[in-house]
């Protein structure tokens, strides 16, 4: 393997993406002689898989968001740098951010992944998706304003479409919004309103496969539909939306009047791997090999949903979730210490991703844990999927504050974070109740 | 005074802002059988004593933030309204919002105040001031982007400028902000760095008049002053800015080069006064009658930050703060409320403003405060001020979230919420460290 081309410089380590993979990484080698320099268009490492939880106005995004620079304080051989990773040229060993090179040793590549409309991007105004915090809070202001809009709305047909919700996508992300849109209309708000009831809002989860949460046992998967059924979110499955308007989805040969869009469907990879000019499939991810290492070069690691990995045993592909990212994320960190301490070119092995269980939630009480091969539903799989989440979160105070967040939304059914901020061109309408 | 035109109408009380003014004059109302409108531009009712600290990333904005919906939840005569009202028009007794007409029996004028740069509206850009929360994220975005623009720069001159904070008055806004800047540059983040010292941070805080926070008595500015010296500020009085640019401002006759400019100086009351064609101050504030009511229109009233009252018995202005605004709506909130059940008129009354104090803080265990007449600094001051910032926070989660939030800051000097989020044109520079 490359070792330093120069005898007093460490090697140095370029991690691009201080999410769960590149900080996973990071912290390997965190006892190694080398220079990490960790590279992020933003400045804090984000919870993914609580975004939901700020669009739905129960979590603050510094709840679920850490400064980079924070996580490695004390990991001196860490240098943060905030900016946007451009190009990577593998033959030269640099990358390029703004046009200004950096050179590496090592690279591993955890740049992520965005939403993907399957080439039909002209929807995402319409229909905003849910992978950074500010998709989080827009998609907040318009689920809040959509209340405000039907108080002061007479027309009964522009009414109902302001309350209707579609979400696209039933993952994890498409059922968890669905479950606690339904949730805050029906259980959270009704109170504070007094001339539209929004428990007649309805949400609408469509899916183009035919059971939700696909990736989950198929039991799970029906637990799933039941509880949100029962919250009163409509599921309808095996359905395409064909288009996607600002007054409503085309689904099939049906158009659904709503006001309300949401894009929970497709993933597609950092746009970053397109400069490597290298294979990707067809979500853009870049094929690596058996170690994580990108074809032809040995010292180029992708991790994380950036990367088309299979499981080095079972040879099924490794699912894009925070665990999978983690786990290639620490065995690369592993390989790269290895090398540079032995000074010598070792059996890498190969990734075998360990599957510690699957967990969604949707509602109060309302949640679907696949656990170590056994299932569980409802208030157990709710208590599992609280600790594990609170568990996770990286920093004290941030646990601190998550969980009595939800000790108020669960004892008291308040949502703390009920601010719609940002732009809004909202426009009161002739109203009867203010009309005289 | 005027009752409701129609004998199975409820008389109609338009309240125009839902700030501490307008919030007081509904809730006095709560027993009355009025019909209350409130119409703000947010759906929130904002802490603005405390957006500093989301400006500084002590606090999250929900934590000063509480969605008036959720306030007058049990008060069923409030409708609330998202709106944002255009013109008054005081002959026929109606407002007008997005060009519809909303009649009204009696009116609130509580819209409060905007900052004002004099004239020089174009600085606005450069240099942002402080009244919503999008003006606190956004100041908070560039507070935090300034060391990360620092870490990775080269030349000497464009680092101290990066790292150079100019805060323009020298109110409580402007002390507070320069006091908690200087503090986290130096206390809070330096561990966080690996290139730059953010100890050289230099804050440097102007003030046209001779001392700062001249609304106190003179033994608690020179505290202050003292205080803020003592943690590091620049402190220049009886100096102008006479022009603001991107690259620093000008100072009198001297140019000081900082890339970070904050405006605390001015204030102006609210364009919608400029509608009511009736005789305003130099700041735009409406000149009221000393029942706080409009002359000639005894049924409209202004309150807060909008209007330009005096004390009734000493004839001193009344402050625009929080208490000023709190004790006006208070007081019209029971004029209407007696009006309306005595079915006549009353004497009303002139409006005296009782005030309970001034406080500042400055920084951790740095603070001033007059209260009934006694002067407290440093660690006295200090806790009066917290205890009576979460003492008169609306909602009981925030109270607990900003207790907790404030322990925490205080006692391992971390600060939760250091995000930078929205959009950025940040450009990671050539650095000898990254470029080899």
Known sequence: MTKQSNQDQKPRVVIVGGGFGGVAAAKKLRRSNVEIILIDRRNYHLFQPLLYQV??????????????????????????????????????????VKGQAISYDYLVLAAGATHSYFGNDQWSDAA?????????????RRFLLAFEAAEIEIDPDARRARLTFVVVGAGPTGCELAGTMTEVARHTIPADFRKVDTKTARVILIQSGDRVLRTFHEESSKAAHRQLEKLGVEILLSQCVTEVRPDGVMCGDTFIPANNVFWAAGVRASPLSESLEIELDRSGRIKVDPDLSVPGYPNVFVIGDQAAAVDGQTGKPVPGVAQGAMQGGAFVGNIIRHEVEADSQLDRGVFTYFDKGNLATLGRNKAVADVAGIKFTGI?????????????????????????????????????????????????????TLDR
Chains 1, 2 share one sequence.
């Open 55 to 96: 669009a739905t106005a129960a979590l603050n995004p510094s709840d679920i968001a850490s400064p980079i620079r924070q996580i490695f304080r004390k990991q001196k051989n860490v240098i943060s740098a905030m900016g946007e990773v451009e190009k990577v040229d593998l033959a030269n060993r640099r990358i390029y």
């Open 128 to 140: 905003p998706g849910l992978k950074t915090l500010e998709d989080a809070t827009e998609i907040r």
């Open 380 to 432: 157990p799989a709710w208590i599992i999927w609280a600790g594990v989440h609170i568990l996770f979160i990286v920093n004290f105070r941030s646990k601190v504050s998550v969980a009595f967040s939800w000790g108020s939304t669960y004892f008291f059914g308040t949502r703390g974070v009920r601010l719609i901020t940002g732009k809004s061109d909202f426009a009161l309408k002739r109203s009867p």
